[in-house]
């Protein structure tokens, strides 16, 4: 099983950036990898995803054209480019990895396995 550990979380203004990273323990190269958050009082969403070999990419639509997603398989970590961002996009992050090897990209969580702890993202207006 992959076991993931999130950073780059921190307190940012609104209209500013961040970049998340998601390291794992274990090689990644063959696992779909995801973001998802959690905002207080809500239910856990997805972000963005990237498939294994990091040529397609998903996002939801409150993310698309602010936040890109990125892998670099060799240091088996995966990245979130965050910018332009906005008090809604306060949550905490998690990345996580498909439990199926090479599988066809999804956005449900149900697929997700190896969360990582989450990272906090607060957003100031």
């Known amino acids: 099983q992959v076991q993931l550990v999130e950073s780059g979380g921190g307190l940012v203004q609104a209209g500013g950036s961040l970049r998340l990273s998601c390291a794992s323990r274990?090689?990644?190269?063959?696992?779909?990898m995801g973001w998802f958050r959690q905002a207080p009082g809500k239910e856990r969403e997805f972000v963005a995803a990237?498939?294994?070999?990091?040529?397609?990419?998903s996002y939801a639509d409150s993310v698309k054209g602010r936040f890109t997603i990125s892998r670099a398989n060799a240091l088996n970590t995966m990245y979130l480019q965050m910018n332009s961002l906005q008090p809604e996009d306060t949550a905490v992050y998690y990345c996580?990895?498909?439990?199926?090897?090479?599988?066809?990209?999804?956005?449900?969580?149900?697929?997700?396995?190896?969360w990582g702890q989450g990272t906090q993202v607060t957003v100031s207006s």
């Open positions: 996580a990895a498909d439990r199926v090897p090479r599988a066809t990209l999804t956005q449900e969580s149900t697929r997700f396995s190896s």
């Open positions: 274990r090689a990644i190269t063959n696992y779909n």
């Open positions: 990237i498939n294994w070999s990091g040529g397609t990419t």
